[in-house]
Each structure stands twice: as C-alpha cells, then as structure tokens.
C-alpha cells in the first residue's frame, strides 16, 4: 500500500510534508529533493450563520464526536450590537476521529443571505512566522477584512477576501484553557 494511503488510514501518523523554497526551478517554484518536515498548517472548514452557529456546532458534535468550545462576542469584549453579544464570535467542534469543523455568527452589520456566503477557508498553524509569510503572499490583490494581528483568541488573527472571491480565516493556533 502506498505509505499516503496508509497515513490516511491510520489518522494518528503525521504525514510528512516535502516543503519547496519559492524560488523559480526547472521543477516548479524552488524544488528541493528530499527536504522533508511534518505539517504544521492545516485548512478547516469554517462555516458562517446568522445566529445559528452555537446550535449548528453542538449539532456537529453530537454528529461526529466532539465538543463545541464557543467564544461569544461578549466574552471576546466585541459587542457592535448588544442584541448579539452571546451569538458566537468563534468556535469549533474537534473530534477525536479527526473531524474538525469552525463556525461564527455574522454581525447583522455585515451582509449575509443563507447558503449565498456559507464558509471561509481556514488555514491555521502554531508558527506565527509561517503563518504571517502565507499571509503577506495571499495578501497580495485582496481585499483585508481584517488585519493580521494579535486578538482575544489567538495570538494572530486575520480575515481577507482574494482576488477570486475567496475568503479566507488565517490564525495561530493557542491551546484551549478550558
């Protein structure tokens, strides 16, 4: 069996990950053979409701194993409108069989129509330099949502839409005290 497959299979094995150096190369951007490291950014889906993100995330993890961890936009001090202080401001459901889900609850002052904005893409790691180099990269032609920066839940949050209409959530991640 090919040692990827297997990986997949046995999801406790961390699957090595060739990096390459952006650097142009007669293999694409600064191929180096055999430089090998285990992954630190991972991708999360990360779905978005109008006030429906708590009951969506505990739904989840009775799904799929797991507990919603929710931070409120009163608990983060981010009440725009105190009408939505509880609905959550970040939270996700983790699973031990791998499963990972994201979701927030879009302020009435942002636009938001049901299925039309459902997801961002999130890209997280625990290396604030990797993660701050991806983002100057994917920054590039965007529109900034919200800057790259230290908030009340990671130690680097930010949010930007790309030049495709893709918007993606880009953080380090910090280990849960709860």
């Given at each position: 069996?090919?040692?990827i497959?297997?990986?997949?299979?046995?999801?406790?094995c961390p699957l090595p990950l060739r990096v390459f150096p952006s650097s142009p190369g007669p293999h694409g951007p600064g191929h180096r053979r055999g430089r090998e490291r285990t992954m630190s950014v991972t991708t999360t889906t990360h779905l978005n409701f109008r006030g429906a993100a708590r009951e969506a995330l505990e739904h989840y993890g009775s799904v799929f194993g797991?507990?919603?961890?929710?931070?409120?936009?009163?608990?983060?001090?981010?009440?725009?409108?105190e009408a939505e202080a509880d609905r959550v401001l970040w939270g996700e459901v983790v699973g031990e069989n791998g499963f990972h889900v994201m979701a927030y609850d879009v302020?009435?002052?942002?636009?938001?129509?049901?299925?039309?904005?459902?997801?961002?893409?999130?890209?997280?790691?625990?290396?604030?330099?990797?993660?701050?180099?991806?983002?100057?990269?994917?920054?590039?032609?965007?529109?900034?949502?919200?800057?790259?920066e230290p908030?009340?839940?990671?130690?680097l949050y930010g949010m930007l839409t790309d030049r495709f209409g893709v918007?993606?959530?880009?953080d380090v991640t910090a280990p849960y005290a709860g």
């Open positions: 069996m090919h040692p497959l297997r990986a997949v299979e046995d999801t406790t797991g507990r919603a961890v929710v931070v409120t936009y009163k608990d983060a001090g981010a009440v725009t409108d302020p009435s002052r942002l636009p938001h129509e049901r299925g039309a904005n459902p997801f961002f893409v999130s890209v997280r790691g625990d290396d604030g330099a990797e993660i701050t180099a991806l983002w100057e990269r994917l920054a590039e032609d965007s529109e900034i949502v919200r800057p790259l908030s009340g839940w990671a130690p918007t993606w959530v880009l």
